[in-house]
């Protein structure tokens, strides 16, 4: 209670675009996070295929891809564990992968 108003616990909860697990993990967040990575991977592997230039591709990736990447992570890059850093880095390398920019 905070003066006669219940405050209700919760597992997560969504701060200005931020999932913060009540164990102070990072799980929740990666996941949404590669979930809307993955779906703008998909956009980005339907405009390669329908011919667009790898350089129109690169500057897509920069600007609807990355910033998801990059919100806010400053506050959670730091405290997450090898497993979602490698999760996050093997979804740069897909996009990578996708514009052919790594073999």
Excluded: C
């Amino acid at each position: 209670f905070v003066g006669s108003n219940n405050i209700e616990r919760v597992l997560t909860f969504k701060l200005l675009g931020v999932h913060i697990d009540s164990d102070l993990r990072w799980n929740t967040h990666i996941d949404a996070l590669a979930k809307r990575v993955n779906s703008r991977l998909y956009t980005l592997k339907q405009l390669k295929r329908s011919g667009l230039p790898e350089q129109d591709l690169l500057i897509l990736y920069t600007t609807v891809i990355r910033p998801v990447l990059e919100y806010a992570n400053v506050i959670w890059h730091h405290s997450i564990n090898v497993a979602q850093s490698d999760r996050l880095e093997a979804l740069q390398k897909r996009a990578m992968r996708i514009i052919s920019l790594l073999v």
